[in-house]
């Protein structure tokens, strides 16, 4: 099992940037795909980035190009970069983790961070 608690979230204008951690503990964190999730009031969670044990990435097309998912697996955490925010990309971030290759598969998930993006 792995606990996960993320930080870095605040208040920023648009066009700025902040920088999210997920820290994790208690289990191999380099064995663990990982991902940050955001939800906006009233919508539905949204996958945002992933990065794979093997350090593979994806990216949702809104944020492409913008936001850098990176992992640590000696700090056993995990960052996001969010440069040229926007209103819209204003939700509480969570991360989450999960071990693709053992069963049953648990999903693991951060008690997340604001980010809110405002003039």
């Known amino acids: 099992q792995v606990q996960l608690v993320e930080s870095g979230g605040g208040l920023v204008q648009p066009g700025g940037s902040l920088r999210l951690s997920c820290a994790a503990s208690g289990s191999i964190f380099s064995w663990y795909d990982m991902g940050w999730y955001r939800q906006a009031p009233g919508k539905q969670r949204e996958l945002v980035a992933t990065?794979?044990?093997?350090?593979?990435?994806n990216y949702a097309d809104s944020v492409k190009g913008r936001f850098t998912i990176s992992r640590d697996n000696a700090k056993k955490t995990v960052y996001f970069e969010m440069n040229s925010l926007k209103p819209e990309d204003t939700a509480v971030y969570y991360c989450?983790?999960?071990?693709?290759?053992?069963?049953?598969?648990?999903?693991?998930w951060g008690q997340g961070t604001q980010v809110t993006v405002s003039s």
């Open positions: 990065m794979t044990s093997r350090e593979n990435t």
């Open positions: 989450n983790a999960v071990r693709v290759d053992v069963v049953p598969r648990y999903y693991y």
